[in-house]
């Protein structure tokens, strides 16, 4: 079976100053793994996906994220958060070999970012 | 392009109740999915649909829930009878493939009372 956690309900951090928002995966095979961010009464929307290659993907807005096999994480990172960047946001993944599994959301991170 | 579009925004409904959600996915995306989020909770897939074919309905509730795809474009999401605990934003969301990001609509929020 496959899950995703992100281990921190609520995330505070200093306009300007680094963020960093956690996301842990379980797998059978190799994972295929996003980002989503979701403002206020808005849907999702899609920051970046990791499928195969480098361990460091950059998405939109300035985001990235890095893959770690052996930690079996993908954290999200931005080198200078902006107040506009607050909001909740969704690490989902997906096992690469079991093709007959749909992508699995966590619970998501409340990210404020304060100015 | 234009994005997912879903109706309506909002619904209050008392339990046993009947709804209906529509879904217009982005034009050219084969792939469909229905998503519940309850407050606090990231989304969980009801259903998706791969052009007019359902590919995955293992977590729909059954007996209450049922969605149709016709002629592979729009969608709608029905519940009958609707319970206390089927509050929530129901999510549509539509990719090129299964391996495509996902589109979000900006979802509808049902609240049961």
């Known amino acids: 079976a496959q899950s995703v956690a992100q281990p921190e309900d609520q995330v505070n951090v200093a306009e300007g100053n680094p963020l960093t928002v956690k996301c842990t995966y379980s797998?059978?095979?190799?994972?295929?793994l996003f980002w989503y961010v979701q403002y206020p009464n808005r849907g999702l929307q899609f920051l970046l996906k990791?499928?195969?290659?480098?361990?460091l993907v950059k998405g939109s807005y300035g985001f990235e994220a890095e893959f770690n096999k052996s930690q079996t994480s993908f954290h999200l990172k931005k080198p200078s958060a902006l107040v506009s960047d607050s909001a909740l946001y969704f690490c989902?993944?997906?096992?690469?070999?079991?093709?007959?599994?749909?992508?699995?959301f966590g619970p998501g991170t409340r990210l404020s970012v304060l100015p | 392009e234009a994005g997912v579009a879903q109706s309506p925004r909002y619904k209050i409904i008392e339990k046993r109740q009947s709804v209906a959600f529509w879904c217009n996915p982005i034009s050219g995306h084969a792939t469909l999915y229905w998503y519940q989020q309850i407050l606090g909770q990231g989304p969980k897939l009801l259903i998706q649909f791969q052009n007019n074919g359902v590919v995955d309905d293992s977590q729909l509730p059954k007996d209450r829930f049922s969605a149709e795809r016709l002629k592979g474009v729009d969608s709608t999401l029905k519940i009958q009878p609707a319970k206390l605990e089927d509050s929530a934003v129901y999510l549509c969301?539509?990719?090129?493939?299964?391996?495509?990001?996902?589109?979000f609509g900006n979802g509808t929020r049902l609240t049961v009372t």
């Open positions: 969301a539509s990719s090129l493939d299964r391996d495509s990001p996902l589109h």
């Open positions: 990791y499928i195969t290659g480098d361990n």
């Open positions: 989902a993944v997906r096992d690469m070999v079991d093709y007959g599994q749909n992508f699995v």
């Open positions: 797998v059978s095979g190799n994972p295929y």
